[in-house]
């Protein structure tokens, strides 16, 4: 069965600045692999997604995540935060079924 | 497109009541889900179905029931409630299984006292 770590719960960031939300997976077949993002009291939105096709893939409202199968790792980026980047955002991985990591909440100061 | 409406958007139940909680989707989605948000534990799967009069149990089933009559309803039915599921829950459609996005609806809190 698959499963997905996301390594922090609470990220802090000042505007302007770089974002790094880190996500670790398993899984015994190729998977595919998702970020999706909530503000709060909304349902989730999808940012971007892996399905084995280039390894750098580019999501909307710039972000990007990069599938690294050596390192079992999906890692979404952002160069420069925005105030509105502010939500919690959840790594999912998908072979079997989908499972969804715990979340982490990002957090972005003027 | 409306894309994935529930209903209600809260509620709060007494131990024992029953209640069904309502989802619908307006894309001709073949599969649906419902999910449950707890805090700190991301999305657990409670339910799905891959078309119409198909259902299967996911990782979190106990105490709910669903049906899928139509391609646009999959509703959730609690029938004794427990405060074990106060919690938020998210319904969810997408047009193919798992390699595909899924669109949620805006959540239905419940609480259970």
């Known amino acids: 069965a698959q499963s997905v770590t996301q390594l922090d719960s609470h990220v802090s960031v000042s505007e302007g600045t770089p974002v790094l939300l880190r996500c670790n997976y398993s899984s015994s077949y190729s998977p595919s692999l998702f970020w999706y993002v909530q503000h709060p009291n909304k349902g989730l939105q999808l940012l971007l997604k892996y399905t084995s096709a280039a390894t750098l893939v580019k999501g909307i409202n710039g972000f990007e995540a990069e599938f690294k199968k050596s390192e079992t790792s999906f890692h979404l980026t952002k160069p420069s935060a925005h105030m509105s980047d502010a939500a919690e955002y959840f790594c999912?991985?998908?072979?079997?079924?989908?499972?969804f990591g715990a979340g982490t909440r990002l957090t972005v100061k003027p | 497109n409306a894309g994935v409406t529930q209903t209600p958007k809260f509620r709060i139940l007494k131990i024992g009541q029953s209640m069904t909680l309502q989802c619908a989707q307006d894309m001709n989605h073949n599969y649906m889900y419902w999910y449950r948000q707890d805090p700190g534990m991301g999305l657990k799967l409670i339910y799905y179905?891959?078309?119409?009069?198909?259902?299967d149990k996911g990782e979190v089933p106990n105490g709910y029931n669903v049906s899928r009559s139509t391609t646009e309803d999959f509703p959730l039915r609690l029938e004794l409630a427990a405060p074990s599921q106060t919690s938020v829950y998210f319904c969810?459609?997408?047009?193919?299984?798992?390699?595909?996005?899924?669109?949620f609806g805006p959540g239905t809190r419940l609480t259970v006292l």
């Open positions: 179905s891959v078309g119409a009069g198909i259902t």
């Open positions: 969810a459609s997408s047009y193919q299984g798992d390699y595909n996005e899924q669109f």
């Open positions: 999912v991985v998908s072979d079997t079924d989908m499972r």
